[in-house]
């Protein structure tokens, strides 16, 4: 009744495979995504300082809000997603008693996505009080439709198998983040 998994993931299969993988990938995703949700909150009680500076037409303030509300979000970005790449499986280990390398690998990888997700998020609620509803939609969407598809891709290489998942939401996640820093440039 137990999957093992080498360092090249050829797999010796006991169980149901899907609900392994599926298990493994929720538990590293439940991890990741609290980075993204932390930082939301900050976005949104940045929210009413942007406006407010947006009504007044006072773009100084507005500019260094904006950069006070970015250095912010990569002091705590930086340091909790490089936390989530290097400590990866110990924080596995010590949360779930997981003994496969699997998870503690895709958290790795989401580590990566983290600092991005992170940093994107709560730029949305920037974007917004900036008046750029439309084109932040847009960048989302392109996101989400290059995470699609970077999937499909990477899924079929079965080296890859369930990294598929870590990967595209680093893609996915670096596009909207380079994309809302040229919005905001």
């Given at each position: 009744k137990n999957?093992?998994?080498?360092?090249?993931?050829?797999?010796?299969?006991?169980?149901?495979?899907?609900?392994?993988?599926?298990g493994v990938k929720?538990?590293?995703?439940?991890?990741?995504?609290l980075i993204p949700i932390v930082t939301m909150s900050l976005g949104i009680a940045a929210l009413p300082v942007l406006t407010q500076?947006?009504?007044?037409?006072?773009?100084?303030?507005l500019k260094n809000n904006t950069k006070y509300i970015l250095k912010m979000l990569f002091c705590v970005t930086l340091?909790?997603?490089?936390?989530?790449?290097?400590?990866?499986?110990p924080i596995m280990n010590l949360l779930y008693s997981s003994?496969?390398?699997?998870?503690?690998?895709?958290?790795?990888?989401?580590?990566?996505?983290?600092?991005?997700?992170?940093?994107s998020v709560p730029i949305t609620t920037i974007l917004q009080a900036l008046n750029y509803h439309y084109k932040t939609l847009i960048h989302i969407i392109i996101?989400?439709?290059i995470k699609i598809v970077s999937?499909?891709?990477?899924?079929?290489?079965?080296?890859?198998?369930i990294y598929a998942a870590p990967i595209g939401t680093?893609?996915?996640?670096?596009?909207?983040?380079?994309?809302f820093f040229i919005l905001l440039s």
């Open positions: 999957i093992h998994f080498s360092n090249n993931l050829t797999a010796v299969v006991n169980e149901d495979i899907t609900t392994y993988l599926y929720s538990k590293a995703f439940t991890i990741y995504n500076s947006v009504v007044s037409k006072d773009d100084n303030a340091p909790v997603g490089i936390g989530l790449i290097v400590l990866g499986q003994t496969d390398t699997l998870s503690g690998n895709l958290l790795s990888i989401y580590g990566i996505a983290a600092i991005f997700a992170g940093v996101g989400i439709i999937n499909i891709v990477l899924l079929t290489f079965p080296q890859v198998n680093v893609v996915c996640y670096l596009y909207i983040m380079i994309a």
